[in-house]
Protein backbone atom coordinates (compact mmCIF):
# COMPACT_ATOMS: atom_id res chain seq x y z
CA UNK A 1 0.00 0.00 0.00
CA UNK A 2 2.56 2.42 -0.83
CA UNK A 3 0.50 4.78 -3.06
CA UNK A 4 -1.94 7.02 -1.58
CA UNK A 5 -4.84 5.83 -3.97
CA UNK A 6 -4.29 2.01 -2.87
CA UNK A 7 -4.44 2.88 0.73
CA UNK A 8 -7.70 4.57 -0.14
CA UNK A 9 -8.83 1.48 -2.35
CA UNK A 10 -7.69 -0.64 1.03
CA UNK A 11 -9.17 1.14 3.57
CA UNK A 12 -12.54 1.83 1.50
CA UNK A 13 -12.86 -2.17 1.09
CA UNK A 14 -11.78 -3.02 4.41
CA UNK A 15 -13.99 -0.42 6.21
CA UNK A 16 -16.21 -2.81 8.20
CA UNK A 17 -12.94 -5.04 9.34
CA UNK A 18 -12.82 -4.34 12.95
CA UNK A 19 -16.51 -4.09 13.47
CA UNK A 20 -17.52 -7.41 11.91
CA UNK A 21 -13.96 -8.90 13.78
CA UNK A 22 -15.84 -7.82 17.30
CA UNK A 23 -19.26 -8.79 16.58
CA UNK A 24 -18.15 -12.02 15.76
CA UNK A 25 -15.75 -12.12 19.17
CA UNK A 26 -18.57 -11.14 21.18
CA UNK A 27 -20.86 -13.98 19.85
CA UNK A 28 -18.55 -16.43 19.95
CA UNK A 29 -16.98 -15.21 23.00
CA UNK A 30 -13.53 -15.42 21.50
CA UNK A 31 -10.30 -13.06 21.62
CA UNK A 32 -10.90 -11.01 18.42
CA UNK A 33 -6.71 -10.65 17.72
CA UNK A 34 -6.87 -14.68 17.60
CA UNK A 35 -10.22 -14.69 15.40
CA UNK A 36 -8.24 -12.27 12.99
CA UNK A 37 -5.35 -15.20 13.19
CA UNK A 38 -7.59 -17.97 12.45
CA UNK A 39 -9.03 -16.24 9.41
CA UNK A 40 -5.72 -15.82 8.36
CA UNK A 41 -5.74 -19.52 8.06
CA UNK A 42 -8.58 -20.03 5.97
CA UNK A 43 -7.42 -17.01 4.02
CA UNK A 44 -3.83 -18.91 3.60
CA UNK A 45 -4.55 -22.70 3.76
CA UNK A 46 -8.04 -22.42 1.78
CA UNK A 47 -11.58 -21.71 3.11
CA UNK A 48 -12.50 -24.75 4.26
CA UNK A 49 -12.57 -26.90 7.64
CA UNK A 50 -10.25 -29.84 5.83
CA UNK A 51 -7.85 -27.70 4.38
CA UNK A 52 -7.86 -25.57 7.74
CA UNK A 53 -7.21 -29.17 9.65
CA UNK A 54 -4.49 -30.10 6.97
CA UNK A 55 -2.32 -26.88 7.49
CA UNK A 56 -3.27 -27.07 11.13
CA UNK A 57 0.42 -27.98 12.65
CA UNK A 58 1.82 -25.20 10.04
CA UNK A 59 -0.69 -22.32 11.85
CA UNK A 60 -0.29 -23.52 15.71
CA UNK A 61 3.59 -23.14 14.63
CA UNK A 62 3.49 -19.78 13.14
CA UNK A 63 1.72 -18.55 16.51
CA UNK A 64 3.58 -20.56 18.79
CA UNK A 65 5.50 -17.46 19.88
CA UNK A 66 2.71 -15.05 19.81
CA UNK A 67 0.27 -17.32 21.92
CA UNK A 68 2.64 -20.59 23.49
CA UNK A 69 -0.27 -22.53 25.27
CA UNK A 70 -1.91 -22.65 21.61
CA UNK A 71 -3.01 -26.46 20.77
CA UNK A 72 -5.30 -27.90 17.98
CA UNK A 73 -7.61 -30.54 18.40
CA UNK A 74 -8.48 -32.23 15.28
CA UNK A 75 -10.59 -34.87 17.26
CA UNK A 76 -12.71 -32.20 18.42
CA UNK A 77 -11.97 -29.63 15.64
CA UNK A 78 -11.61 -27.15 18.78
CA UNK A 79 -8.49 -24.75 19.13
CA UNK A 80 -7.83 -23.68 23.22
CA UNK A 81 -5.39 -20.75 24.16
CA UNK A 82 -4.85 -19.58 26.96
CA UNK A 83 -4.84 -15.12 26.22
CA UNK A 84 -4.43 -12.26 28.98
CA UNK A 85 -5.51 -15.27 31.33
CA UNK A 86 -8.72 -16.00 29.68
CA UNK A 87 -9.35 -19.89 28.57
CA UNK A 88 -10.44 -19.32 25.25
CA UNK A 89 -11.85 -22.17 22.92
CA UNK A 90 -13.16 -22.17 19.13
CA UNK A 91 -15.35 -24.70 17.55
CA UNK A 92 -13.51 -24.76 13.58
CA UNK A 93 -17.13 -25.38 11.56
CA UNK A 94 -18.63 -23.99 8.30
CA UNK A 95 -20.32 -21.70 10.71
CA UNK A 96 -17.20 -20.04 11.33
CA UNK A 97 -15.82 -19.88 8.27
CA UNK A 98 -19.29 -17.96 7.44
CA UNK A 99 -19.12 -15.37 9.99
CA UNK A 100 -15.49 -14.55 8.91
CA UNK A 101 -16.29 -14.32 5.26
CA UNK A 102 -15.26 -11.13 4.83
CA UNK A 103 -12.38 -11.35 7.25
CA UNK A 104 -11.25 -14.01 5.10
CA UNK A 105 -11.72 -12.23 1.52
CA UNK A 106 -10.39 -9.14 2.80
CA UNK A 107 -6.91 -11.10 4.12
CA UNK A 108 -6.79 -12.81 0.53
CA UNK A 109 -6.75 -10.07 -1.30
CA UNK A 110 -4.29 -7.55 1.00
CA UNK A 111 -2.63 -10.45 3.53
CA UNK A 112 -2.76 -9.75 7.01
CA UNK A 113 -0.01 -7.76 8.18
CA UNK A 114 0.28 -3.96 6.89
CA UNK A 115 3.19 -1.73 7.27
CA UNK A 116 2.86 2.13 6.95
CA UNK A 117 4.55 5.44 8.66
CA UNK A 118 3.36 6.38 11.99
CA UNK A 119 2.88 10.16 13.15
CA UNK A 120 6.29 10.01 14.41
CA UNK A 121 7.33 9.06 11.26
CA UNK A 122 8.48 5.65 12.52
CA UNK A 123 7.94 2.34 9.95
CA UNK A 124 5.61 0.16 11.55
CA UNK A 125 4.45 -3.58 10.54
CA UNK A 126 1.00 -5.05 11.84
CA UNK A 127 -2.24 -6.58 11.74
CA UNK A 128 -5.14 -5.26 9.52
CA UNK A 129 -6.76 -4.79 12.55
CA UNK A 130 -4.26 -3.01 14.60
CA UNK A 131 -3.61 -0.66 11.79
CA UNK A 132 -7.77 0.44 11.78
CA UNK A 133 -7.56 0.85 15.99
CA UNK A 134 -4.59 3.21 15.50
CA UNK A 135 -6.14 5.13 12.50
CA UNK A 136 -8.98 4.84 14.45
CA UNK A 137 -7.08 6.70 17.65
CA UNK A 138 -6.61 9.55 14.89
CA UNK A 139 -10.32 10.60 14.35
CA UNK A 140 -11.28 13.36 15.50
CA UNK A 141 -12.92 13.62 19.02
CA UNK A 142 -15.76 16.14 20.01
CA UNK A 143 -14.48 17.19 23.46
CA UNK A 144 -17.33 18.64 25.01
CA UNK A 145 -21.09 17.63 24.82
CA UNK A 146 -24.11 19.47 25.58
CA UNK A 147 -27.78 17.76 25.87
CA UNK A 148 -29.40 21.23 25.33
CA UNK A 149 -28.99 25.15 26.25
CA UNK A 150 -29.19 24.54 29.88
CA UNK A 151 -26.38 22.28 30.23
CA UNK A 152 -23.96 24.75 28.67
CA UNK A 153 -21.72 27.28 30.45
CA UNK A 154 -23.01 30.76 29.26
CA UNK A 155 -19.86 31.82 27.53
CA UNK A 156 -20.13 29.22 25.36
CA UNK A 157 -24.10 29.82 24.55
CA UNK A 158 -23.43 32.90 24.46
CA UNK A 159 -20.58 32.44 21.36
CA UNK A 160 -22.08 29.91 19.73
CA UNK A 161 -25.87 30.14 20.53
CA UNK A 162 -27.03 33.11 21.62
CA UNK A 163 -25.02 36.09 20.02
CA UNK A 164 -27.19 38.23 18.14
CA UNK A 165 -24.96 39.12 15.76
CA UNK A 166 -23.95 35.41 14.42
CA UNK A 167 -27.26 33.40 15.55
CA UNK A 168 -29.60 32.05 13.09
CA UNK A 169 -32.93 30.26 13.80
CA UNK A 170 -34.16 27.60 12.23
CA UNK A 171 -38.14 25.83 12.05
CA UNK A 172 -37.37 21.92 12.06
CA UNK A 173 -40.83 19.94 11.64
CA UNK A 174 -41.18 16.43 11.39
CA UNK A 175 -42.15 17.07 7.85
CA UNK A 176 -39.00 18.28 6.95
CA UNK A 177 -38.22 15.30 4.12
CA UNK A 178 -34.45 15.88 3.80
CA UNK A 179 -33.92 17.08 7.30
CA UNK A 180 -35.25 13.65 8.18
CA UNK A 181 -33.25 11.34 5.79
CA UNK A 182 -30.49 13.01 6.93
CA UNK A 183 -30.76 12.27 10.63
CA UNK A 184 -31.41 8.54 9.08
CA UNK A 185 -28.18 8.85 7.22
CA UNK A 186 -26.51 10.05 10.56
CA UNK A 187 -28.11 7.66 13.06
CA UNK A 188 -30.33 5.15 11.58
CA UNK A 189 -30.14 1.47 10.98
CA UNK A 190 -30.50 -0.20 7.80
CA UNK A 191 -28.15 -0.84 5.00
CA UNK A 192 -29.01 2.54 2.81
CA UNK A 193 -27.90 4.72 5.90
CA UNK A 194 -25.08 2.83 6.80
CA UNK A 195 -23.41 3.01 3.13
CA UNK A 196 -24.60 6.77 3.28
CA UNK A 197 -22.57 7.28 6.68
CA UNK A 198 -19.93 5.02 5.36
CA UNK A 199 -19.47 7.04 2.20
CA UNK A 200 -19.50 10.44 4.29
CA UNK A 201 -16.60 9.39 6.94
CA UNK A 202 -14.87 8.42 3.99
CA UNK A 203 -15.14 11.91 2.19
CA UNK A 204 -14.51 13.24 5.42
CA UNK A 205 -11.17 16.10 4.90
CA UNK A 206 -9.47 16.59 8.04
CA UNK A 207 -5.64 17.71 9.41
CA UNK A 208 -3.32 17.34 12.02
CA UNK A 209 -4.46 20.66 13.38
CA UNK A 210 -7.80 18.73 14.17
CA UNK A 211 -5.77 15.31 15.85
CA UNK A 212 -5.74 15.35 19.51
CA UNK A 213 -2.83 15.23 21.34
Known amino acids: ?12 KAFDYRNILTEVSINRSTNVYLLEYIAYG ?11 EDNADDWVRMLCKTYPELTYSRKSHQIKAVIDLIDQLVVVDNDLIEQLR ?7 EYGLLVKYVDKNKQPVQTTILRYFEYIERLYPSIKARYK ?23 RVTMDDAEIMKTMGMLVGDGKENKNARKEMLMG ?9 N
Open 1 to 12: MGKKEDAKDFVT
Open 42 to 52: FAKYGDTVESF
Open 102 to 108: YIIDIQK
Open 148 to 170: GLGSSAASVSREVLMDPKTRRLL
Open 204 to 212: FKFDMSMID
